[in-house]
């Protein structure tokens, strides 16, 4: 152990002192250190998205794009990019739980051979505010109440819906928060869309229209919210340590890139303005071309120099990308890089997570925390001493050059009217949301608006609903104790599949199955079915009463992963009840029985072995969807895999 400058140490626990009880000395410069750097460690929080979790993964390329972009990373296929990946909430602070109601942020960090690309995400299409001076307001009302910082992590509460009530253009991407996309069940399984829109630029300067849209090869699948709610206080760290868990086991978190394209000639061809980013582009119009692979394969070394120390910027682009009038994006550009400066200081392009792997060359030279050393003189363009060095690069040479769109106009501070339509598309959203998800959705919307103090609050909030549906808005008023709005919803009748969580693709892989098991347990039936779970791709839990090992009917010790203390129902995706002998019996099955509640009532698969039947009071002829028997059942292995897959069993009963 060393010193910061390399002087060894002999104590590291005590202070300098005048014998063992006197006073401590002044000239104790090790001690100085060691406080002064830890009272400094940390840095200025993001005002926005604070609680992230970071990964590193390797992007490659399906087809060349090279007929819309001249980006380098999509221009040949089988082309592998390194990429750096934060994931996080947006309104809760650095402590706050993972399982929060919330739009998640994704920030992408391509290492292209061209320079740095930030691909900039969220797990919703849309964006609460239309340009980008209402932003402040919007986060304001979201944030914890100015007076006594409450509610954490939640946008429960008076000044959020007040705003919501009062800035009509926002109610889309609320919606969007109050479904099932608000309470995600995984990074792993959470789509992100780009909000904003882009422009891919060819080489012969033909410019397309583009938006971006990562989708998780698992598909999208959420929490109910009593489980977020629950699970928040049982593991505030669920999402990141479900992510690195994935990672650690191989199970690489897998997602694919797609663009969605509008060429120039097309950009006032629909019913929505194309760059409004309050409005989704449907695939159901304007499909989704698949680009690309992203693939998770490496976990953090250290979180604070990766994950907190990560800066993104939609600014940071590649020839062949550049930017729209998007009012929002154009806004975005501006705000990134005083954020960073704030945070992390003038060279925060030079921490590790952030330089790009390309080499880079420019007169910067001085500021805070400079890390590289130059040896030359000139630090100025133009220049002879240097041979005019660094030059500029022409076009052919990869230097980037800005699509040269015309533009004309005066000088104003006003909104285009094909943005003023603030319902059709929540009207489509929830037209094409199943049964289970308008559920979900009134459920959340009944305790968010619920939980506002104020009768007022609670009453515009449901008056703004009337426009999206009258049944939900006077369901939505029923429950909060407030008078049914007059009006009726804008007559809209569209509906996209593409919208709803319920036609994600379901598989079996990486869902976590706990197994409650005691000693005496029927080895050949139950070990068998946990190998075939685990060939799957299933994790498995194995849960008993205490630590140490479990040992089965001929002999065979299973070791055990955790306790029904240390676990918890919430925290699983299914259940295999084989029951067994236990040294506090009662106890036990207490728990067991408790377990077995939980997942039933959040309609989760249970898999009953044999000898655990018994510990029941349903039976076969119940018929209960989900509950897969192995009594009698040749076919119980695969069921229990079907159901596994599926996840849910909404019309059990």
């Known amino acids: 152990m060393t010193t910061n400058v390399g002087r060894k140490i002999s104590n590291d626990e005590e202070q300098l002192k005048v014998g063992p009880r006197g006073p401590s000395l002044r000239e104790d410069h090790q001690y100085l250190e060691k406080m002064t750097h830890f009272v400094k460690e940390e840095i200025p929080q993001r005002v926005v998205h604070p609680r992230g979790y970071g990964a590193h993964g390797i992007f490659e390329c399906y087809q060349s794009m090279k007929h819309v972009t001249k980006a380098g990373f999509l221009s040949e296929p089988g082309k592998i990019t390194p990429v750096f990946n934060r994931f996080s909430t947006v309104q809760g602070r650095s402590g706050s739980k993972d399982t929060a109601r919330d739009m998640r942020c994704w920030g992408a960090k391509f290492y292209t051979e061209e320079g740095n690309y930030d691909l900039t995400t969220i797990n919703n299409p849309v964006l609460i505010n239309q340009d980008a001076m209402k932003f402040p307001d919007a986060m304001h009302a979201y944030f914890n109440n100015i007076r006594d910082d409450m509610p954490t992590a939640s946008g429960a509460h008076d000044t959020f819906w007040d705003y919501v009530a009062n800035n009509p253009e926002g109610l889309h991407q609320v919606l969007w928060i109050m479904s099932d996309y608000g309470i995600i069940r995984s990074y792993r399984m959470m789509s992100a869309w780009s909000i904003n829109t882009y422009l891919f630029v060819n080489a012969e300067e033909v410019a397309t229209f583009v938006r971006f849209v990562w989708k998780p090869v698992l598909g999208d699948h959420a929490l109910l919210m009593d489980e977020a709610q629950k699970i928040g206080g049982i593991d505030p760290d669920f999402h990141r340590r479900d992510l690195r868990e994935a990672i650690d086991r191989e199970a690489y978190p897998e997602y694919e890139l797609g663009v969605q394209l509008i060429p120039q000639e097309d950009e006032f061809k629909y019913d929505f303005d194309i760059l409004d980013p309050t409005k989704f582009w449907p695939e159901e119009l304007i499909p989704v071309e698949l680009v690309g692979k992203l693939t998770l394969n490496k976990n953090v070394d250290n979180y604070f120099a990766e994950s907190e120390q990560v800066a993104f910027s939609p600014g940071n682009v590649v020839p062949g990308i550049d930017f729209s009038n998007d009012p929002v994006l154009q806004g975005r550009l501006a705000a990134y890089l005083p954020a960073h400066y704030h945070r992390l200081g003038p060279n925060f392009q030079e921490l590790p997570i952030n330089q790009s792997l390309c080499p880079f060359h420019n007169n910067q030279r001085r500021g805070a925390n400079r890390y590289r050393i130059d040896v030359d003189e000139v630090w100025y363009h133009k220049n002879a001493i240097a041979n005019n060095t660094p030059f500029t690069s022409t076009p052919e040479e990869g230097g980037y050059v800005h699509y040269p769109e015309k533009v004309e106009g005066r000088k104003i501070r006003a909104r285009s009217k094909s943005f003023m339509d603030y319902y059709s598309q929540p009207r489509i959203f929830w037209n094409s949301m199943s049964p289970v998800e308008k559920h979900h959705l009134i459920e959340a919307l009944s305790f968010q608006i619920g939980s506002c103090i104020r009768e007022s609050v609670r009453q515009q909030a449901v008056n703004i609903l009337v426009n999206v549906d009258k049944e939900l808005a006077y369901t939505i008023a029923d429950n909060v104790g407030v008078e049914r709005p007059p009006g009726n919803n804008v007559s809209v009748s569209t509906r996209y599949p593409s919208l709803s969580i319920a036609n994600s693709p379901n598989y079996a892989y990486t869902q976590r199955v706990g197994v409650l098991i005691g000693n005496n347990f029927a080895e050949e039936e139950v070990l068998e079915e946990i ?56 106890q036990s099955y207490q728990d067991m029985m408790y377990y077995t509640d939980v997942m039933y009532q959040h309609f989760k698969p249970i898999g009953i072995a044999t000898d655990a039947t018994s510990l029941l009071k349903i039976h076969k002829q119940n018929n209960l969807n989900g509950v897969i028997f192995a009594k009698d059942n040749p076919n119980f292995s695969q069921e229990f895999l079907v159901a596994i897959a599926k996840k849910r069993f909404w019309d059990r009963t």
């Open 531 to 586: 190998n075939q779970l685990m060939k799957q791709g299933v994790f498995v839990d194995i849960i008993s009463q205490t630590l140490g090992t479990v040992v089965g009917n001929q002999g065979t010790p299973l070791k055990v992963d955790k306790t029904f203390l240390t676990s918890s129902p919430y925290l699983l995706d299914s259940l295999y009840l084989v029951g067994g002998d236990f040294a506090n019996e009662k």
